[in-house]
């Protein structure tokens, strides 16, 4: 019989900061824990209790085999600087992109192009 997953102390601290800043927040049961959305970017995100010592914030096997062959965004998030990190980032892409729409550009990112459709 599957255990149920265990959740970090400070998942609804991290989650209601996150949802005060306008970002729609998922929780998962996968591989990361939380699916964050903003202004159309789409970020996982994992959180790990940045108040215990780094040997209690391992990864674990599944985790760390999603991380190394998810290409996608993927932030570790251990504390509420980390969330405030996390949303000036999801909110400075979606400039970005506005604004290339705009000029009726596309924007690269790692090879791909991004093109208002």
């Known amino acids: 019989m599957r255990r149920a997953a265990r959740t970090d ?3 609804t601290e991290i989650v209601n900061a996150l949802r005060s800043m306008g970002v729609s927040v998922h929780v998962t049961n996968g591989a990361w824990d939380i699916t964050l959305g903003f202004g159309g ?4 995100a ?3 209790d ?3 010592p780094p040997s209690a914030r391992k990864y674990t096997k599944a985790q760390l085999e999603f991380r190394n062959t998810f290409t996608g965004a993927v932030r570790l998030i251990t504390n509420l600087d980390d ?3 996390t949303v000036k980032t999801m909110r400075l892409w979606r400039e970005r992109i506005c604004r290339s729409a705009r000029l ?4 690269r990112w790692r090879g791909v192009r991004y093109v208002r459709g």
């Open 41 to 44: 970017i789409v970020f996982l």
């Open 50 to 52: 940045g108040s215990k």
């Open 104 to 107: 009726g550009e596309g924007i």
């Open 83 to 85: 969330v405030r990190e």
């Open 9 to 11: 102390a400070n998942l």
């Open 46 to 48: 994992e959180i790990k």
